[in-house]
Structures are given as C-alpha cells and as structure tokens.
C-alpha cells in the first residue's frame, strides 16, 4: 500500500504535465475542451445534464492505442457527450521506477484523439487528485487480493480510489472498460455495485495485435524479443 507520504513521493514526477499553447492548439482544431481541473470538469457535466443530454466517460491513462480508441467508438454511438480522462494515478504503481517508467506524452495522445471529435478531455494533475491532506482509501475487498493484487500489494486500492473519483467528478452516464486487464474490470464492477453507483458499466473485449499480443500501453516498452515470449 502506498503511504501518504509515499505517494506524493511518487507522483512529483508528473505534475509538470500541464497542457501548452500547442496542446490547446490541438484543442481548438478539434473543437474538444482540455479541462484540468475537479471544478471546470464538475461545470461542464452540469451543463451536460442540463441540456438533457447523455454522458459517457472513457478512463485511461494516456499512451492511448486502439483499444482505447475501441472504447470511444463505442461511447460515440452510444452516448450524445464523450469525455476521456488521461491520468497516469500514482496511488496504483508500487514503485517509483515503475511509475517513472509508464510512456506519457500527452501531445501524441490528443492528436490520436483528435479524429474521434471527442467533446472533452479530462486531464488533471495528480496534485488536483490527490490534495496534501489526502487520507480516504477505497478497500477493494476479497476480489482483489490474489492474483496482481498479490504480485502488487496496494493496486486495487488506488485502481478502485481513482476510479470512484472519477466517477465522482464526471458523473458519466456510461463508463466505458477494456476487459484486457479482467482483475482490474471485476474489481470495478464490485465497486459499482456494491457502493450503488449510479453509472453504467460496460465491458468491450480484448484488441489484439497482428502478433495475437493483446493492446497495451506497456507493450510499447516491450523488444521483439519480449513480445514473442
């Protein structure tokens, strides 16, 4: 599990992902928002709900690839307003090396979105998640002590906390997941259910690569070697 301290020893790193002119610039050609923050994300699902019209949020943590974009062109069809969040969650990486490692460039992430005329991205700091005096855990329970949650004590805790606070500041109709990472998914799914929340949660299977490699932002540190074994 990743202390208080820990945590934000963990997530220095990225808190200088803050969007430039050329990133708005993507923006404005694409004609989607870039928010950054809990307060203008909160806005704009009001004005959203005002209008009366549906809400569909994509989770990921950039370095998006065609299974993320999978689960756009199933949010586009089937929801009015598509948000994706992009948010590398330090709480759910075990090791500063680790964290360091995930690939982040956020440029090449809004230009991939870009075709897909999203309505909005949602890509805040960790500094705006996770203030200093940050202290409430989700425990995810049973479901997320063997396997990964074995290999990587603490994950599904920060996995199920960013995922109730993103459900929280969206306040999505319809949330959208790979089945890729199926640990991940079920823990998700209990949390839905368990805690009532009020959002639809639904499951796209796997993308695979020619290779038969299933989609991953990880894959992309992976030699031809690795992907082979």
Not at 2 to 31: D, M
Request: net charge positive; proline share 6%; charged share 30%.
């Amino acid at each position: 599990a990743c202390s208080r301290v820990r945590r934000w020893e963990l997530s220095r790193p990225i808190l200088r992902l803050r969007p430039g002119p050329r990133v708005r610039r993507i923006f404005a050609r694409a004609n989607m928002q870039i928010i950054t923050t809990v307060a203008e994300m909160r806005t704009f699902t009001r004005d959203v709900q005002a209008r009366g019209r549906s809400l569909a949020l994509v989770p990921t943590m950039g370095a998006l690839h065609e299974g993320h974009l999978s689960l756009v062109r199933h949010a586009k069809k089937q929801c009015d307003v598509v948000v994706v969040s992009i948010f590398v969650n330090p709480t759910q990486f075990d090791s500063r090396e680790d964290l360091m490692r995930y690939p982040r460039d956020l440029e090449k992430d809004l230009e991939v979105l870009r075709p897909f005329k999203v309505d909005a991205v949602f890509a805040p700091r960790a500094e705006e998640m996770y203030s200093e005096q940050f202290s409430v855990s989700v425990e995810p329970g049973e479901i997320a002590k063997p396997h990964e949650g074995a290999s990587r004590p603490g994950h599904f805790r920060g996995v199920a906390t960013v995922v109730l606070k993103l459900f929280n500041i969206v306040r999505p109709n319809i949330a959208y997941f790979g089945q890729k990472d199926f640990q991940q998914v079920l823990v998700v799914r209990r949390l839905v259910e368990d805690l009532d929340l009020d959002v639809r949660f639904v499951i796209l299977p796997i993308v695979r690569d020619a290779d038969g490699l299933a989609i991953s932002s990880r894959n992309v540190l992976l030699s031809a070697e690795e992907r082979k074994a």
